[in-house]
């Protein structure tokens, strides 16, 4: 909000939404307006549609009521996203209610009121819409109206900046209380176009889709358009105390940062990191009014579910070293701060308490650090604070910001009909929390490696010297599993600084490292006479030193961290059994093994586990099979190229090909708590072969 503030476009296309039906059209206004967070975070608000619908039963044309569901997102979600509930059962629920006192019970209810056996869960906020005496409405967390409704002023300033044309309510928590309130609002105020929800948000509505739509636009640009005049040459947050670092540095920083924050607050639950050094963090988090401001605490009730009600500041001057020294002293500041916030305003049935540690994590200078179970958690909490600093932003800027009053703060985060969504969650899986990198990532082996660890959650970084195979890897991961589960670092692990940013880099985008997957390798044959010193040093580069350089920067991360971590190599059954005409590759994949081992012995005090697996013959989809190794091992056999495949299944004792599925079947086994135990072994998947019996 500034005097170049860029206006929310009206997108409404009248001819793609005239072919649409009405719920249809409900969806194309949802996703239009959550395609904006200025309008609304992920998550965050709600939309609905009074349609008249054919009952299923008697085949009465009768009133539906859609509106979003529980849980949902409505820039994302798709029709089955949307509870439906009979309009004239609803109305039926208002004979029953007896008062504050009984409003939770109403929230069970709502399942008697089904429409078509929707097997949508209904929102609280259902009842908010329900009793509105209008076809369509919007309930949206706008940044600019919430700028209002968090202000001292918020009643007067709603008043001069909308007139009558938008009324004002006072606190109180969403439900069906809220739900009566605003049906006598409107019923009071025929002419009134919406509402502003003091410390929460903004409702709008109309007679139809366009309708509602094109208000909740405008009633959100005049609130931009008067904040960009009121604050016009003025300085926000008291003006700048400390200038942001170069953007470099503030990811080293970073880098440095939050693997020793994961240290201290996973030890019960593996945490994911977030960065965000945007220009607007960074002007909230090096101003004059820091302190005073992120002690207030959120205002909207979406905004501190996800960060809590305050975040964590770090006093940081541009001594890394200081903050790290002092970091054990500040969470646990934080913590004691939490619970007595807990023992204050608890009741008598309210859930025990939940982890005292921060989300967000403010550092002057450097930017937010935001802390969650997994990526997309982590990431938008931080989404949802930027929300919270362009709210302090205009409130503080036109008068007195003020956050949820703490009572009420504490009766929504520990509300009970909020700890049976969370009790009704699934089960994490087995690798949440967990971040892995896997080198070689783009090749066979290590793209079918980080594809099972992504189906048991976990983040992983895929590292490889070739970028346009990266890419690749990269994108089709990412469609299948999410963009924040992956990412790519182009490394080659030859060199020792290339490797320190690469993990550096995986370290910024996740807070830490729990796995490392050294698979990264090449292969090569030729008598030994012919053997080159550039081919024996090239094996040697990248099958011995490049898994001793990523193994050193995983162990100085696990050591930080202090939470253990999973390595498992990617060596070979050459490893164990010599091959004529192959010396060069059997000699780096033999020292591969032997480190493995002694890294298992110096591991083991810290809970660091170093294990190895050694295929044989996987040709599908290798890099390695796809070149002259695949000729010369034909050569080798006096086979012809396309006859090697036939020819590994028919040597195995088990008689079946080995795949990189295989592989990472016994990748996922070492890295995951399934070998908790299990350290310095070998696990050899080649369809059996007796030379490379490990006993």
């Known amino acids: 909000m500034s005097a170049a503030t860029k206006l929310l476009e009206n997108r409404w296309d009248d001819a793609r939404a005239a072919a649409m039906s009405e719920p249809e059209r409900l969806l194309y206004r949802s996703n239009l307006l959550g395609s904006d967070k200025r309008i609304t975070n992920f998550g965050g608000g709600n939309t609905s549609a009074k349609v008249r619908q054919a009952d299923p039963l008697t085949g009465e044309e009768v009133t539906v009521l859609w509106v979003k569901g529980s849980g949902g997102d409505v820039g994302t979600m798709k029709l089955d996203g949307f509870a439906t509930l009979y309009m004239d059962k ?18 069970g209810l709502l399942n008697h009121c089904t429409f078509d056996l929707n097997p949508r869960a209904a929102s609280i906020d259902t009842s908010l819409h329900a009793y509105l005496p209008y076809a369509h409405v919007d309930h949206m967390h706008p940044d600019a109206v919430i700028a209002i409704a968090a202000t001292k002023r918020s009643r007067e300033l709603t008043r001069e900046i909308y007139g009558d044309e938008i009324g004002w309510l006072g606190w109180r928590r969403p439900g069906f209380e809220l739900g009566l309130e605003l049906s006598r609002f409107a019923a009071d105020n025929p002419n009134a176009k919406g509402v502003v929800l003091e410390s929460h948000g903004l409702f709008t509505w109309g007679h139809s889709a366009k309708d509602c739509y094109e208000t909740t636009l405008r009633i959100i640009n005049r609130a931009i358009e008067w904040f960009d005049g009121q604050l016009a040459g003025k300085t926000a ?6 200038a942001p670092l170069p953007a470099e540095e503030r990811r080293r920083i970073a880098a440095r940062l939050m693997p020793e924050i994961r240290a201290r607050i996973g030890q019960n639950e593996r945490k994911i990191g977030h960065f965000d050094d945007s220009d607007a963090v960074l002007q909230f988090v090096g101003s004059n009014d820091l302190q005073p401001l992120a002690a207030l605490g959120t205002s909207c009730p979406d905004h501190f579910l996800r960060t809590k009600i305050r975040p964590l500041v770090l006093p940081f001057s541009g001594d890394v070293d200081a903050v790290l020294a002092g970091l054990d002293a500040s969470i646990e500041e934080y913590r004691e701060g939490y619970r007595a916030y807990y023992e204050r305003c608890r009741h008598d049935n309210s859930p025990v308490i939940r982890d ?17 179970k997994d990526k997309a958690t982590a990431r938008i909490a931080g989404e949802f604070y930027v929300n919270a600093i362009n709210v302090m932003r205009g409130a503080s800027g036109v008068d007195v910001y003020q956050g949820l009053d703490e009572q009420e703060a ?27 990198f896997v080198t070689g990532g783009a090749g066979g082996i290590g793209r079918a490696t980080a594809e099972r660890l992504l189906r048991e959650g976990a983040c992983v970084v895929l590292a ?12 089709e991961l990412s469609k299948a599993f999410g963009a924040d589960q ?21 370290v910024a985008e996740y807070g830490g490292l729990d796995i490392l997957v050294s698979n990264a390798g090449i292969a090569s044959a030729s008598p030994i006479e012919d053997t080159t010193l550039e081919v024996w040093n ?9 898994y001793f350089l990523v193994s050193r920067e995983a162990f100085r991360l696990f050591r930080r961290q202090k939470l253990g971590g999973a390595v498992v190599f990617i060596a070979s059954k050459n490893g164990l059994a010599a091959s004529a005409g192959a010396s060069a590759y059997c000699t780096a994949k033999a020292a591969e093994i032997h480190l493995a081992r002694c890294l298992a012995l110096e591991g083991a005090e810290a809970g660091i586990r170093v294990n190895t697996v050694n295929p044989d013959a996987v040709l599908r989809g290798s890099k390695i099979w796809s070149g002259e190794w695949r000729e010369q091992r034909a050569a080798s056999s006096k086979l012809q190229t396309d006859q090697l495949e036939e020819h590994y299944r028919a040597r195995s004792l088990l008689k079946r090909s080995v795949f990189p599925e295989d592989i990472a079947e016994a990748v996922y086994f070492l890295a995951s ?23």
């Open 90 to 107: 609803l109305e039926r629920l208002r004979t029953i209610y007896k008062g504050v006192a009984q409003e939770d019970e109403m929230v």
């Open 237 to 242: 947050f008291g003006g700048e105390a400390v």
């Open 356 to 372: 005292p540690n921060a989300v967000i994590y403010l550092v002057p200078g450097v930017g937010m650090i935001s802390f969650a």
């Open 410 to 436: 504490f009766d929504i985060e520990y509300w009970l009909l909020e700890e049976a969504k969370l009790q009704r969650m699934p089960k994490p899986k087995s690798l949440a929390g967990r971040v892995a």
């Open 464 to 475: 490889d010297i070739d970028a346009g195979s990266l890419d690749g890897a990269k994108s």
């Open 486 to 506: 992956v990412r790519g670092v182009l490394v080659n692990v030859t060199e020792e600084a290339a490797v320190e940013k690469g993990f550096a880099d995986a």
């Open 538 to 546: 090239r094996n040697i580069d990248i099958l011995a030193t490049g």
């Open 673 to 695: 708590d399934l070998s908790a135990k299990s350290t310095g072994n070998i696990v050899n998947v080649d369809a059996g072969n007796q030379i490379s019996f490990t006993r």
